[in-house]
């Protein structure tokens, strides 16, 4: 399904302020079955951060290794294209972390 | 009120290409209706449990087309609670009997999954997170899998622990002629299939199925014919923040505390009363957890207990999916609340067969919606 544009560009409207924040790695997995649009970056590592501002969050890591799948693992948020689209679907940029 | 439950009916779960949904409905609806005794017209308002059929069938309007295949024009609803959708609609069909609304209702549990390929299904089940862990790229077992970390190291469990799960699940599966997988499976089995969110393996979850599942439940007086009523003494639900991350514990599931807790409240009894419990096994992570929220077990020793035998049929003290739960009975989503109260309530009249829990007396059933964002609770008594 096509995801709506409108609904893209109402999240992104806030997705810069994201960008650059510093966390560590609270808990880690490896997703080798992934949903249709991930499909084509799988085996990936899935996160829940722990940002310095306390907040919990959850994202994908990449640029990494698997040394890099400790908990306690200083990660920072960088902009990256968020999946493989359908046709007609716009591109979307979004929030992911890698390792520091 | 006394609500009693007359008739319970649950088909064949698995891969059944060459049944539809409506079949699939009929089939569950008109043998539930025949257990009870009664006929369609009797029967006041019928309740679904459903979670997937406007997302894969691109149907909706799901109770007047099941209606349709009872072949009465009575009120009906669609409920939607991910896959606690089964115990919701019951839930709510209680509510309608206790508000007075209806005396005699019908709740079916549904789902129609094996049309659709895996990545599909990943996609849709994921329709039951939160748009970050979507746009994170996690998937269900990927969510169970973080669960599963984090309690490994709280209490040094190990992968083998779960495994015990599966391979316990697996074995009350071979006593269920309605069990997708009527196999044994060991826990080398389950340590060297093949990884899909580490450290859960294919064998640590459950599979898609199709499945339906009905029961008959009266807060009348239509009970009298039938031999061996069935009580449900507690009814409770519980909810939780939709996103795993969001909560304080990844080590155990505050929806499912809330609402057992107010359900052994209600039905004045504690944990240890219970002799048979239907436990939401959708990974090997959900019922070790589960049989600590739930109090059968002490904290951090859910998995040790179950790999030790403490919930396996003919040994243990509570015994846990005496069907082959989610695993290896099979998770049609919307199904699966009200096969669990088929199985418990086939547990307190004595008829399950070669999977007899002796003397049970007290049930219990558990069905989780998402990560843990809704519970839905059950007690039945004989």
């Given at each position: 399904m096509v995801t709506s544009p409108?609904?893209?560009?109402?999240?992104?409207?806030?997705?810069?302020?994201?960008?650059?924040?510093?966390?560590?790695?609270?808990?880690?997995?490896?997703?080798?079955?992934?949903?249709?649009?991930?499909?084509?970056?799988?085996?990936?590592?899935?996160?829940?951060?722990?940002?310095?501002?306390?907040?919990?969050?959850?994202?994908?890591?990449?640029?990494?290794?698997?040394?890099?799948?400790?908990?306690?693992?200083?990660?920072?948020?960088?902009?990256?294209?968020?999946?493989?689209?359908?046709?007609?679907?716009?591109?979307?940029?979004?929030?992911?972390?890698?390792?520091? | 009120m006394k609500m009693q439950i007359l008739g319970a009916y649950s088909t064949k779960f698995g891969e059944l290409w060459n049944v539809s949904p409506r079949t699939l409905a009929k089939e569950a609806m008109e043998n539930a209706l025949k257990a009870s005794g009664l006929k369609a017209t009797q029967i006041d308002a019928l309740f679904v449990g459903n979670m997937l059929s406007g997302i894969l069938g691109n149907q909706a309007n799901l109770g007047s087309l099941l209606v349709e295949e009872l072949g009465v024009q009575i009120p009906a609803f669609k409920i939607e609670g991910a896959c606690a959708s089964g115990g919701l609609a019951l839930h709510n069909a209680i509510n309608s009997l206790k508000a007075g609304q209806y005396k005699t209702v019908l709740v079916l549990g549904i789902e129609k999954m094996t049309d659709h390929s895996q990545d599909e299904i990943t996609t849709a089940l994921m329709a039951a997170g939160s748009d970050e862990e979507r746009m994170a790229g996690a998937t269900f077992p990927g969510v169970y899998a973080l669960m599963a970390q984090a309690y490994m190291q709280k209490y040094k469990a190990t992968e083998e622990d779960l495994a015990a799960v599966s391979v316990k699940n697996h074995y009350h599966g071979t006593l269920n002629s309605k069990a997708q997988f009527q196999f044994l499976v060991t826990v080398g089995?389950?340590?060297?299939?093949?990884?899909?969110?580490?450290?859960?393996?294919?064998?640590?979850?459950?599979?898609?199925?199709?499945?339906?599942?009905?029961?008959?439940?009266?807060?009348?007086?239509?009970?009298?014919?039938?031999?061996?009523?069935?009580?449900?003494?507690?009814?409770?639900?519980?909810?939780?923040?939709?996103?795993?991350?969001?909560?304080?514990?990844?080590?155990?599931?505050?929806?499912?505390?809330?609402?057992?807790?107010?359900?052994?409240?209600?039905?004045?009894?504690?944990?240890?009363?219970?002799?048979?419990?239907?436990?939401?096994?959708?990974?090997?992570?959900?019922?070790?957890?589960a049989t600590e929220d739930l109090g059968f077990s002490k904290k951090g020793e859910g998995a040790r207990d179950i790999a030790k035998g403490k919930r396996t049929l003919f040994k243990g003290d509570i015994i846990c999916n005496p069907s082959g739960g989610l695993k290896s009975c099979g998770h049609p989503v919307g199904a699966t609340g009200i096969k669990q109260i088929v199985e418990i309530t086939?547990?307190?009249?004595?008829?399950?067969?070669?999977?007899?829990?002796?003397?049970?007396?007290?049930?219990?059933?558990?069905?989780?919606?998402g990560s843990g964002a809704i519970a839905v609770i059950h007690i039945l008594r004989s």
């Open positions: 409108v609904k893209l560009w109402r999240r992104q409207k806030n997705t810069s302020a994201l960008i650059g924040k510093k966390g560590k790695i609270l808990q880690w997995t490896l997703i080798r079955v992934p949903a249709k649009s991930f499909m084509d970056q799988a085996p990936y590592p899935v996160i829940i951060v722990k940002m310095q501002n306390g907040e919990h969050t959850i994202g994908q890591l990449v640029d990494w290794q698997e040394k890099d799948l400790v908990i306690g693992k200083e990660v920072v948020s960088v902009l990256r294209r968020l999946r493989t689209e359908e046709k007609e679907d716009v591109i979307y940029y979004n929030i992911k972390f890698k390792p520091l | 089995d389950v340590m060297r299939s093949s990884k899909i969110a580490d450290p859960l393996k294919l064998l640590d979850c459950s599979p898609i199925s199709d499945g339906a599942a009905a029961v008959v439940i009266t807060s009348g007086n239509v009970a009298k014919k039938v031999k061996k009523p069935i009580h449900i003494i507690a009814s409770e639900v519980g909810t939780d923040t939709l996103s795993l991350h969001d909560r304080k514990s990844f080590t155990s599931l505050a929806a499912v505390i809330d609402a057992s807790t107010k359900a052994y409240k209600k039905a004045g009894i504690k944990p240890s009363d219970i002799d048979v419990a239907e436990i939401h096994d959708c990974f090997s992570i959900s019922e070790a957890i086939e547990q307190l009249r004595g008829t399950a067969q070669k999977r007899q829990v002796k003397r049970a007396r007290i049930g219990l059933t558990h069905n989780v919606g």
